[in-house]
């Protein structure tokens, strides 16, 4: 199966969470990092290209800091450029149909926090409702999130640890996932 992993961090130079992720994946050899920040500097989405490149992956995962319960501003330019009706969605719009969609984020708070209750009050997969929303209406399937939680202040060997899970994570097959 081709993974491309669509990743976006405005600052990947000073990251240490998305950053180990990404160095996980490195040279895998069905999985391709395409790095969002560094494509599009100008931010100017190429969105034919975007789309053609989608094209050629069986799932496509998106990795990112969580930023404000949310992803960082490229990204949902991109979702707002690249998904346009008549090919992602509506009459015409089946080039995404069956494919697989995962978020993988990294957050700053503590898995704890993510419930009723806690201090961030909702759980991950709630608050990427929008996202699941967004992909499950062009007809993909959104597989379980891979999430990074206290992402500022793990350890070398604890980042080491999520990254490797990282990795098997994306690679896993959609049962597996579910269990
Ligand atoms: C603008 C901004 C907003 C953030 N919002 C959240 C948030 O809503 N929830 C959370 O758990 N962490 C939040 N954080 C913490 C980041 O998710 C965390 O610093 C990041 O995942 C660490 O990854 P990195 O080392 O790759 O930068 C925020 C950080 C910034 C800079």
């Known amino acids: 199966m081709n993974i491309l992993v669509v990743a976006a961090h405005p600052k990947l130079e000073n ?3 998305n950053r180990a992720l990404l160095d996980a994946i490195q040279g895998i050899e069905n999985v391709h990092v395409h ?5 599009y500097p100008n931010w100017h989405i190429d969105v ?3 789309q053609e490149r989608l094209l050629g992956y069986e799932r496509i995962v998106f990795q990112f800091p969580f930023y404000w319960y949310s992803c960082p501003p490229l990204l949902k330019k991109w979702f707002d450029d690249v998904l346009v009706r008549g090919w992602a969605y509506g009459p015409d719009g089946n080039h995404l149909k069956d494919k697989e969609f995962m978020v993988a984020i990294t957050a700053g708070g503590s ?6 209750g ?3 009050r909702f759980t991950i997969s709630e608050l990427l409702r929008p996202i699941q929303a967004t992909l499950t209406h062009c007809k993909g399937e959104f597989l379980p999130p891979y ?3 206290d992402a500022d202040r793990l350890t070398p060997h604890q980042f080491r640890e ?3 899970r990282y990795a098997e994570h994306i690679q896993a097959g959609v049962k597996q996932l579910a269990r």
């Not at 790095?35 to 494509?39: A, H, P, R, V």
């Not at 898995?111 to 009723?116: K, L, S």
């Open 48 to 50: 034919k290209r975007e």
């Open 162 to 164: 999520q990254a490797e």
């Open 118 to 120: 806690g201090d961030n």
């Open 35 to 39: 790095d969002l920040y560094k494509e």
């Open 111 to 116: 898995e704890n926090g993510f419930r009723a």
């Open 15 to 17: 990251s240490r969470a």
């Open 147 to 149: 999430a990074m939680y």
